[in-house]
């Protein structure tokens, strides 16, 4: 894999498009950066309408043929298709064509294996890595030569390895079996830390969480650092970060949550990453908020919204509370399009996380939604309790307090998520008023 990354830094790219003809299509232009953001040099783009899926080339053997001629012409090293093809479709396109062929979903893979980091992630690319191959391995390989036993003796029950002994069997199956035990154990690795994870989330029960979603390169980092400082690596590109970062924020005095940043989506996510990433994506699913960070200077914003909103839904947090962040409104060119998301998402908020415009309208609505969820307590607690006050001056807004004998009774506002929190320094009373 190492090696296949450093040539394809250098390679030259052909990118295909193959449309049936009552499909909609784009430029290209997201495959291209997903080219660029792998390393290839694009030099050439082709948008082929197609009557139906060729089971062998998908695009037809006559549409193959015009790829090798602008192989040639370009002196392409490799055909990248924006559709899924088969391992059987790849092979014969390579044979026609006389260069190495790629599709989305290994494009979208490769990439993730350059951007891991941590153990975890790269666990999980390699995990998603695998699950996309391991279907495919039927007519993947070349060398499906029989194995016999031990000594190249072909008769049943040859005394030969644990696995291998008996009449032989296929490579392709010895292949299978390395692949499914791999697949297995990376499994059982990423269940641990999903388990500690989980513990990690679970700890953080009596705290606002907050994480920001949104479609790869819209800004997410950019937002998280302006908010919190975070010092997380911004760059324009693709997926330059998969590992989620989580930081304390307070968005106004006495309110203070926490916020994720998450890895970027793209249309047709490969569902082996959903599944693999679903660790990472544990914040998405116990997030009290999401923040939608959309780039309105994109001319497929509403697309990228509706991909977004797609994965969103395949994870289980369709129904969650979404706020949308309408970010890069300084690099607006259509002002057209902008109000058209905006009338599309009345509850918005325009914000450049570069520049800081609308950010702290931002703060100003997260901290709404916070309040939202506020209870109105009247708290009794003895006077030599003094976590008791300190906690709920800190996080709660103190409406009035009296003193009785020994004890001090204070009525507070306090958000929902930290009553337990409160429940911990016990109190002698927690009594819920009406608002």
Request: glycine content about 6%; aromatic content about 4%.
């Amino acid at each position: 894999m190492e090696k296949f990354r450093e040539t394809l830094r250098k390679e030259r790219a052909i990118l295909v498009g193959a449309l049936l003809r009552n499909m909609a299509g784009d430029d290209l232009a997201e495959l291209t950066a997903l080219a660029e953001s792998a390393g290839a040099i694009v030099v050439d783009k082709s948008q082929q309408k197609i009557r139906r899926v060729n089971p062998a080339t998908y695009v037809g053997k006559g549409k193959a043929e015009q790829l090798a001629d602008r192989v040639r012409r370009f002196k392409a090293d490799v055909i990248i298709f924006d559709n899924d093809l088969s391992p059987a479709q790849i092979r014969e396109l390579e044979k026609i064509a006389g260069a190495k062929v790629l599709d989305r979903s290994e494009l979208i893979l490769d990439i993730f294996a350059t951007r891991a980091k941590t153990k975890q992630a790269k666990l999980q690319v390699e995990l998603a890595q695998l699950e996309y191959t391991y279907p495919r391995l039927t007519r993947m390989w070349s060398h499906l030569d029989t194995v016999a036993g031990a000594g190249g003796a072909t008769t049943a029950g040859t005394v030969g390895a644990i696995g291998t002994r008996g009449p032989g069997e296929q490579q392709l199956e010895i292949d299978r079996r390395l692949v499914s035990k791999r697949i297995i154990d990376l499994k059982r690795e990423l269940d641990n830390i999903d388990r500690r994870r989980i513990r990690e989330i679970d700890s953080r029960r009596g705290l606002f969480k907050i994480c920001i979603v949104g479609y790869t390169n819209a800004g997410k980092s950019t937002l998280l650092n302006a908010l919190t400082d975070a010092g997380v690596l911004v760059e324009d590109r693709l997926f330059a970060t998969l590992d989620t970062r989580t930081r304390r924020w307070s968005p106004a005095k006495g309110v203070e949550v926490l916020i994720s940043d998450t890895v970027g989506f793209v249309k047709n996510l490969p569902h082996q990453l959903v599944a693999s990433f679903k660790a990472t994506l544990e914040e998405t699913v116990n997030a009290d908020l999401l923040i939608h960070v959309v780039d309105v200077a994109n001319p497929d914003a509403l697309k990228q919204i509706e991909s977004v909103n797609h994965v969103l839904a395949e994870i289980g947090c369709g129904e969650k509370p979404i706020l949308a962040a309408l970010n890069k409104v300084d690099a607006v060119k259509n002002t057209g399009d902008l109000a058209m998301i905006e009338t599309l998402n009345p509850d918005s908020i325009s914000i450049s996380a570069k520049t800081g415009f609308g950010l702290d309208k931002l703060a100003e609505a997260i901290t709404n939604r916070y309040k939202g969820t506020e209870l109105l307590l009247r708290v009794v607690s003895s006077q030599s309790n003094g976590k008791v006050q300190s906690f709920l001056r800190a996080h709660g807004q103190i409406l009035n307090e009296h003193y009785s004998d020994n004890s001090i009774v204070i009525d507070a506002r306090l958000s929902r998520n930290q009553l337990p929190d409160l429940q911990h320094l016990r109190p002698e009373v927690i009594e819920m008023l009406d608002p």
